[in-house]
């Protein structure tokens, strides 16, 4: 939780790495903030934090408990890098896969895709702003060609005069 670091850090304590959170290691940090006050805060964000925790620990278990419920669990979890937590991320979100026209489009959207594009791609040429569909690397290509094929068909029209 950034808050209870933060809180340590406004006072110039320095708390790096997980130690903070401990709960075993809570009242030596607490003895490192002089004042009362802060020091209450920073008990209030321990309580938060700890009830967090378990709030995440039953929701996690009722995740996992209705991904179970559905037959494409078993399929995305083939998938490498699919574990059951994203397993049941990628049920909730995609909902249904009838809601979109072709197979790649849900592949996009769920983040499944070999490719994926986003609006961001484009480049300055001659300090104007370009968009093209094609990836940035096939852009490159393409003008280079052009060029080359206009002054290879000039010199051909050259020769035939």
Same mark, same amino acid.
């Given at each position: 939780?950034?808050?209870?670091?933060?809180?340590?850090?406004?006072?110039?304590?320095?708390?790096?790495?997980?130690?903070?959170?401990?709960?075993?290691?809570?009242?030596?940090?607490?003895?490192? &903030?002089?004042?009362?006050?802060?020091?209450?805060?920073?008990?209030?964000?321990?309580?938060?934090?700890?009830?967090?925790?378990?709030?995440?620990?039953?929701?996690?278990?009722?995740?996992?408990?209705?991904?179970?419920?559905?037959?494409?669990?078993?399929?995305?979890?083939?998938?490498?890098?699919?574990?059951?937590?994203?397993?049941?991320?990628? &049920?909730?979100?995609?909902?249904?896969?009838?809601?979109?026209?072709?197979?790649?489009?849900?592949?996009?959207?769920?983040?499944?895709?070999?490719?994926?594009?986003?609006?961001?791609?484009?480049?300055?040429?001659?300090?104007?702003?370009?968009?093209?569909?094609?990836?940035?690397?096939?852009?490159?290509?393409?003008?280079?060609?052009?060029?080359?094929?206009?002054?290879?068909?000039?010199?051909?029209?050259?020769?035939?005069?």
């Amino acid at each position: 939780m950034n808050r209870v670091k933060a809180l340590y850090r406004s006072w110039g304590i320095l708390c790096g790495g997980q130690q903070v959170y401990a709960p075993r290691h809570r009242t030596e940090w607490l003895n490192k &903030i002089a004042k009362a006050g802060v020091r209450r805060r920073a008990e209030f964000f321990y309580q938060q934090l700890d009830a967090l925790r378990e709030l995440r620990q039953a929701v996690r278990k009722d995740l996992l408990a209705e991904s179970r419920k559905q037959s494409a669990t078993k399929l995305l979890r083939q998938v490498p890098s699919i574990g059951p937590i994203r397993a049941a991320l990628l &049920i909730a979100l995609i909902q249904t896969p009838h809601r979109f026209r072709t197979k790649r489009q849900l592949w996009t959207y769920s983040g499944l895709a070999i490719e994926t594009r986003d609006s961001a791609q484009y480049h300055y040429v001659g300090g104007q702003l370009q968009r093209s569909k094609k990836p940035q690397q096939l852009r490159r290509v393409w003008p280079a060609a052009g060029r080359e094929r206009s002054t290879t068909s000039t010199k051909a029209c050259s020769r035939k005069a």
